[in-house]
């Protein structure tokens, strides 16, 4: 008996190119990359995302020294390359006192570090 049996497990691919409802991207990262926020708006507008959340909004990111390295940057920048560009579009979040240098530690008294990065919250909000 030779029947064919069909394989259940295998499918026609399916990818839209386009989300059928606006979407938020909760979770990104810019890296103060402000180069690209231009080709980003454009591939979110191409895709159906609606707005983009990042959650660096006050630190960079390069790459020296044959790695990543962390760097304090300013939130205003994320606001004039971002917010006030782009209206409604990007939404940030602050990563305090996060991003010291490696060779120092991230702190050495415990109190001055949460109160600055209390009055960096403040400041950022």
């Known amino acids: 008996m030779n029947e064919?049996?069909?394989?259940?497990?295998?499918?026609?691919?399916?990818?839209?190119?386009?989300?059928?409802?606006?979407?938020?991207?909760?979770?990104?990262h810019l890296w103060a990359n402000w180069d690209a926020v231009d080709n980003i708006v454009k591939v979110m507008d191409e895709v159906g995302i609606a707005c983009y959340c990042?959650?660096?909004?006050?630190?960079?990111?390069k790459w020296m020294k044959g790695g990543y390295?962390?760097?304090?940057?300013?939130i205003a920048d994320f606001f004039n390359n971002c917010v006030r560009r782009f209206p409604g579009r990007f939404y940030?979040?602050?990563?305090a006192t996060f991003a010291h240098p490696l060779d120092q530690?991230?702190?050495?008294?415990?109190?001055?570090?949460?109160?600055?990065?209390i009055e960096i919250l403040h400041t950022h909000v």
């Open 4 to 28: 064919k049996i069909k394989c259940y497990l295998f499918r026609e691919e399916h990818i839209p190119k386009k989300a059928m409802f606006p979407v938020i991207d909760a979770h990104n």
């Open 69 to 74: 390295v962390f760097h304090e940057g300013n």
């Open 54 to 61: 990042d959650l660096t909004s006050n630190i960079s990111l």
């Open 105 to 117: 530690p991230l702190f050495s008294n415990a109190d001055e570090f949460v109160k600055q990065t």
């Open 92 to 95: 940030g979040f602050t990563t």
